[in-house]
C-alpha cells in the first residue's frame, strides 16, 4: 500500500517568527490525526530561512509521520554559489525537498536539465524528491498535456534506476490551477496521473510505476481534498494556499477519513 502524503508548500510565507507561531499551533492536532494512521505522512515546507525555527518547534512536540521538508535546493555539494542552499544542509533539518515547482521554472528558468541534477543530489543525500510536474495554460488549451508531462518525466528523472524511480514523489500541478482558486477536475487529474504511471510503467517497469507515490497539487482545499483522493492512483496533495492556514488540518482530517475507508 502506497503512504498518502499531505504536503504543504508555503512559498514565501511565515518568516521564522510567524513560521515558529504557526507550526506550534498546528503540530498537535496534525500529529493527533496521523498518529492513528501509519500510512500517512504529512511534509511541512516553510521558506529555507525559517526551516531551522520549524525545526526547533518540531523537536519540541513529539510527532510521529510528520516531517520537514525544503522548498527548493541546489545540487553542488558546497563553494561559491551565493544565495544557495547544499544538499547537506537541508539534510541537517530536512528529510525532503520540493524540486522544479513551476513557480522555480517560470520565475527563476529552472529547467528539466537542473532539475534532474537536483534529483540525483536528493537521492545521493539521502532526501525524498517531491518532483513538480504539470502543463501551462496554452499546452493545457492545445491538449498538449500528454507530451508535456512524458518530457518532463524523461528529462526530470533521466538516469535513475528503477529502485530510485519508486522512491520519489511527483507532485502533478497543471500551471493553471495553482493560486487560481481553479483546481482542475478529479477526473481530470486522475487521467493525468493515470498516464504518469503508464509513461513510468514504460521507463521503468510495472513494479516502479505501482509503487511511486504522485500527488495533485493545484488549488486543493478541505473542500476538494476529498475528491481527488477518492480516486485509487491519486496518493495525496501538495498544497500551496491553503497550507498556511488552520485548513491544512482540514485536509489532513479529510484525507484520514478516506485512508481510513
Ligand atoms: P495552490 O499551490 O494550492 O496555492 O494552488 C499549489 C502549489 O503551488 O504547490
Known amino acids: 500500500m502506497r503512504t498518502t502524503i499531505i504536503a504543504g508548500n508555503w512559498k514565501m510565507n511565515f518568516g521564522p517568527q510567524q513560521a515558529s507561531r504557526f507550526t506550534a499551533e498546528i503540530l498537535p492536532e496534525l500529529d493527533k490525526i496521523i498518529r492513528q494512521h501509519p500510512s500517512m505522512l504529512s511534509i511541512l515546507c516553510p521558506p529555507s530561512i525559517s526551516l531551522s525555527a520549524v525545526h526547533q518547534v518540531m523537536q519540541s512536540i513529539p510527532t510521529h509521520g510528520i516531517e520537514l521538508g525544503a522548498q527548493n535546493m541546489y545540487f553542488e555539494d558546497k563553494g561559491a554559489f551565493t544565495g544557495e542552499t547544499a544538499p547537506e544542509m537541508v539534510k541537517e533539518l530536512c528529510s525532503a525537498v520540493i524540486l522544479g515547482h513551476s513557480e522555480r521554472r517560470n520565475y527563476f528558468h529552472e529547467t528539466d536539465e537542473l532539475v534532474n541534477k537536483k534529483v540525483h543530489a536528493a537521492l545521493h543525500y539521502g532526501l525524498l524528491p517531491i518532483v513538480c510536474i504539470g502543463e501551462n495554460t496554452e499546452q493545457y488549451e492545445l491538449g498538449e498535456t500528454q507530451s508535456v508531462i512524458r518530457d518532463q518525466i524523461h528529462r526530470s528523472l533521466a538516469g535513475l534506476d528503477a529502485e530510485?524511480?519508486?522512491?520519489?514523489?511527483?507532485?502533478?500541478?497543471?500551471?493553471?490551477?495553482?493560486?487560481?482558486?481553479?483546481?482542475?477536475?478529479?477526473?481530470?487529474?486522475?487521467?493525468?496521473?493515470h498516464y504518469i504511471r503508464y509513461v513510468y510503467s514504460e521507463i521503468y517497469g510495472a513494479d516502479a510505476a505501482q509503487a511511486i507515490r504522485i500527488l495533485y497539487g493545484g488549488s486543493v482545499?478541505?473542500?476538494?481534498?476529498?475528491?481527488?483522493?477518492?480516486?485509487?492512483?491519486?496518493?495525496?496533495?501538495?498544497?500551496g494556499g491553503a497550507s498556511i492556514k488552520p485548513d491544512f488540518v482540514e485536509i489532513v482530517r479529510k484525507s484520514a477519513e478516506i485512508v481510513k475507508k
Open 164 to 193: 530510485q524511480a519508486s522512491q520519489i514523489v511527483i507532485a502533478y500541478e497543471p500551471i493553471w490551477a495553482i493560486g487560481t482558486g481553479k483546481a482542475a477536475t478529479a477526473s481530470e487529474a486522475n487521467m493525468v496521473i
Open 221 to 239: 482545499t478541505s473542500a476538494n481534498i476529498g475528491e481527488f483522493l477518492a480516486y485509487p492512483d491519486i496518493d495525496g496533495g501538495l498544497i
